[in-house]
Antibody, heavy 120, light 108 residues
Framework: QVTLKESGPGILQPSQTLSLTCTFS??????????VGWIRQPSGKGLEWLAN???????YYNPSLKNRLTISKDTSNNQAFLKITNVDTADTATYYC????????????WGQGVMVTVSS | AIVLNQSPSSIIASQGEKVTITCRAS???????LHWYQQKPGAFPKLVIY???YRASGVPSRFSGSGSGTSYSFTISRVEAEDVATYYC?????????FGAGTKLELK
């Protein structure tokens, strides 16, 4: 059974760095074809893909935020991480991590999401 | 970036009615990389259809998908009350992976 769960700071101030953790079970990020992606959703709005990391440590970022994003993983502890630097109010959203497989680049399983608010 | 134009943006349907959502891509996509998600109110998205026409595990047979190239569709053959949700298409063909703006399905 695949499960994912996001954790984060809840609230932070503009210009700070947002650090998110995805803790998962039911798959391994050392298995060929497996990856974790991060997607966010402002309240009442649509979905925006942010970044993926693959089993081989290959990383892909959304070019619109690339300079601000860093994705990483800890395979032995079944975790993936996302950092977003220099946040502002536009980064206020629910952040999801999801299992992706290289065969179709679909987000097969999602975490419940963590709400992040950027406010001074 | 490939833009996915979903239509309609909202649907009001009666139980038992057939509904179809269209997703048009700004560039051609391999059908292997076009997917549909369901997001119920207050919940996280759930994969419903992957690779254009394959139902994800546990998804009822009333959900189906079709299409190719730049034009894809998602159909619920007979809407049930539990299908009230927003539906999104998504392409994994090229970076950045993009989503349609969503179609909100409500019951009459």
């Amino acid at each position: 059974q695949v499960t994912l769960k996001e954790s984060g700071p809840g609230i932070l101030q503009p210009s700070q760095t947002l650090s998110l953790t995805c803790t998962f079970s039911g798959f391994s990020l050392s298995t060929y074809g497996m990856g974790v992606g991060w997607i966010r959703q402002p309240s009442g709005k649509g979905l925006e893909w942010l970044a993926n990391i693959w089993w081989d440590d290959d990383k892909y970022y959304n070019p619109s935020l690339k300079n601000r994003l860093t994705i990483s993983k800890d395979t032995s502890n079944n975790q993936a991480f996302l950092k977003i630097t220099n946040v502002d109010t536009a980064d206020t959203a629910t952040y999801y991590c999801a299992l992706i497989t290289i065969a179709a680049i679909s987000f097969d399983y999602w975490g419940q999401g963590v709400m992040v608010t950027v406010s001074s | 970036a490939i833009v996915l134009n979903q239509s309609p943006s909202s649907i009001i349907a009666s139980q038992g009615e057939k509904v179809t959502i269209t997703c048009r891509a700004s560039s051609s996509i391999s059908s292997n990389y076009l997917h549909w998600y369901q997001q119920k109110p207050g919940a996280f998205p759930k994969l419903v259809i992957y690779s254009t026409s394959y139902r994800a595990s546990g998804v009822p047979s009333r959900f189906s998908g079709s299409g190719s190239g730049t034009s894809y569709s998602f159909t619920i053959s007979r809407v049930e009350a539990e299908d009230v949700a927003t539906y999104y298409c998504q392409q994994g063909s090229s970076n950045p992976y993009t989503f349609g703006a969503g179609t909100k399905l409500e019951l009459k």
